[in-house]
């Protein structure tokens, strides 16, 4: 059996990251398997599971979709193994203390714990740096 497609993209800022996760939601919820958002310091990393199901043209429709709004990466390794212990099984907490990676949304996508993080951060902060506009 062929394992699920992967993609994983770098994207600017939280708007971006929200769109693409309504995106996902309203559009492709029954060819989803799983997607993980972390943040970076200068960026959001979106690695997005999908069933082997999907129709191709859908499939491309979402690639456009995603090049549009950010870029396809190669993730920096700690980042890769912290998607790898995320894939097996490992809860977040354990996977966040461990490679010092701000998971903020893990499973299938929730827009609610992306809005909460950036609230929490602007909030700390007393601004609203760039990628989290």
Known sequence: MEQNKQYIYSFSNASYTLRVIKHLRNKYPTYLDSVTVINL???????????NLMPYQSEKNLQ????????IIQPPSKVIDALASLAKGESPTEV??????????????KTEEI???RDQIVD??????QNMA
């Not at 010092?100 to 299938?108: A, C, H, N």
């Not at 700390?124 to 740096?129: F, N, S």
């Open 124 to 129: 700390r902060l007393g601004y609203c740096p």
């Open 115 to 117: 809005e909460i993080f």
């Open 96 to 109: 966040m203390n461990r490679y010092q990676v701000v998971i903020v949304d893990y499973g299938k996508p």
């Open 41 to 51: 310091v200068d960026r959001w990393l979106v690695q997005i599971y999908l069933k």
């Open 64 to 71: 456009s979709f995603l090049d549009e709004m950010g870029i």
